[in-house]
């Protein structure tokens, strides 16, 4: 952290091509007191990371066409320190893992209010017990999280998906379009 801020006072980088809700989720971390710098794609992520070098960022999986996975690598490999939190509507066990491989300290599903992910730069999942799901996965949510996982080993590429699963591309393309079931 720069040397002129004030040791409680944390930057955060906030990557989302939603720029209400980064307005929206900027105003509600700066009420709390940190510093936030935002950024709608990829490139202007990178040259604030590089300029400003803050210590947390709160990264979409999504950014327009651009993966988010892709930027926690980036971001990873320009500053090996800092602590990222991965945010997105459409979780999935296979971009979870993924994101965490990458480096990113956690995974959290939108709606995320500031509070929730504050407390989430902190939490290094110390003294945490895995503790197996109560009812296992409907073959629908089952379905969905494979869907995933083929399309992200595809690097996201639907056409290489599709020949894989052995379906029309249009089929996939419907499957992806739709929210994944809850359970």
Known sequence: MPSNKPDNCLDILLIDDDETFCMVLE??????GYTIATANNISDALSIATIQQPVYAIVDLRIGEESGLTLVKSLVEVLPDIRIVMLTGYASIATAVQAIKFGAKHYLTKPADADEII?????????????????PLSPKRLEWEHLQKVLLDN?????????????????????????????
């Not at 105003?27 to 709390?32: D, E, F, G, Q, V």
């Not at 690097?155 to 929210?179: D, F, V």
Request: charged share 35%; glycine share 4%.
């Open 119 to 135: 407390a989430s730069f902190a939490d290094d999942h110390k003294n945490q017990t895995i503790k197996p799901a109560d009812n």
């Open 155 to 183: 690097e996201g590429n639907i056409s290489a998906t599709a020949r894989a699963l052995g379906m029309h591309r249009r089929t996939l393309q419907r499957k992806l379009q739709k929210h994944p079931v809850k359970k």
């Open 27 to 32: 105003n509600a971390i700066k009420r709390r």
